[in-house]
């Protein structure tokens, strides 16, 4: 089974711009999670959704917004981009036969605004 | 407020050694922790987690320890190898599979 998959694997945009990230959980798996990682830093919890609803949000502005489908694949868009958010989009979801609470995350995105 | 922090940001040991990574957390009510390992340009890859109904967890070469008295996690790593060199995180599961992240300690291992 693969794991988390995340595309595109780089990105680079200019502000104002707009982007769209996209992720699907591991398979059979209803819940997928959303972190921004800057450079030195740890993740940050950006969204968690279940079976389409949104469940989390953390402390960031209404320009993050997140979606996901009826296959539980997930997108996350930025709107208006500024240059703080150049960083590494990761996404998560729980592994079979492990705990809910057990986040297993993708490759990621990076995301560079120029 | 909820924060994971680490005391050390780097850790530099000879291959062979034994290495333990620490890891302070401030919100008491957290039941569950987990210890992420990040290469460069990777994403964080899952490497051992505890639960606040227990003080130790054994894996792999790896030993997590968790002292609830002094709110204090750790990562002992066996016989280091150049392999293990990386990032590491300890993370706080505050519910709803959101995890509360440090900042991270680089892992130096040296041959």
């Known amino acids: 089974d693969a794991g988390v998959t995340q595309s595109p694997t780089h990105l680079i945009k200019t502000r104002g711009q707009q982007v769209t990230l996209r992720c699907s959980p591991i398979s059979g798996h209803k819940s997928v999670s959303w972190y921004q990682q800057v450079l030195g830093q740890g993740p940050q919890f950006i969204f968690q959704?279940?079976?389409?609803?949104?469940?989390g949000r953390g402390n960031f502005p209404d320009r993050f917004s997140a979606r996901q489908f009826p296959n539980y694949s997930s997108e996350l868009n930025v709107n208006a981009l500024l240059l703080g958010d150049s960083a590494l989009y990761l996404c998560?979801?729980?592994?079979?036969?492990?705990?809910?609470?057990?986040?297993?995350f993708g490759p990621g995105t990076r995301l560079t605004v120029l | 407020g909820e924060s994971v922090g680490l005391h050390l940001p780097t850790l530099s040991v000879q291959e062979g050694d034994n290495s333990i990574i620490n890891c302070a957390y401030s919100n008491s009510a957290s039941d569950y922790f987990i210890w992420y390992k990040q290469e460069s340009g990777k994403g964080p890859q899952f490497i051992i987690d505890?639960?606040?109904?227990?003080d130790k967890r054994q894996g792999q070469r790896v030993t997590v320890l968790l002292n609830k008295t002094v709110k204090h996690l750790s990562l002992q790593i066996a016989a280091t190898q150049p392999g293990d060199s990386a990032v590491y995180f300890c993370a706080e599961s505050t519910g709803f599979q959101k995890l509360v992240f440090g900042t991270g300690t680089r892992l130096l291992v040296s041959p």
């Open positions: 505890i639960r606040s109904n227990m």
């Open positions: 959704y279940y079976e389409k609803e949104e469940r």
């Open positions: 998560a979801s729980p592994a079979p036969g492990r705990s809910t609470d057990t986040q297993y």
